[in-house]
């Protein structure tokens, strides 16, 4: 049963905080104009690479499954994928410059 539930608790983390901060990142590429919106699903890549990092890092220890298995991602593969998530994060804007 609390596999299940942990389940059913990292969808819910990961469909709220992917649809919150992709509104606002959305918001942030329509404000910046010149068709970056219309690349804002490399946002929502980014957005799930920042999520499963705090998820893995932190989120996961405060939950109901407490099994094997359980341990932090080292802090050179946090920083490598937090640095390809803000990178992909510019990229909308970036791509919309010299393309649109």
């Known amino acids: 049963m609390r596999v299940i539930l942990e389940l059913l608790r990292i ?12 509104a606002v990142f959305e918001n942030i590429y329509i404000s910046i104009g010149n068709g970056a919106e219309n690349y804002s699903w490399i946002s ?8 499963f990092v ?12 407490k099994g094997e298995g359980q341990e932090k991602l080292s802090k050179r593969v946090s ?12 990229f909308p ?8």
């Open 44 to 51: 929502l890549i980014a957005i799930f690479i920042i999520i």
């Open 93 to 100: 804007p970036i791509i919309a410059f010299f393309f649109n």
């Open 79 to 90: 920083l490598a994928l937090m640095t390809i998530s803000v990178i992909l994060l510019l």
């Open 11 to 22: 969808v819910f983390i990961f469909l709220v905080l992917m649809g919150i901060l992709g």
């Open 54 to 65: 705090l998820y893995r890092n932190k989120y996961q220890f405060s939950g109901w499954y």
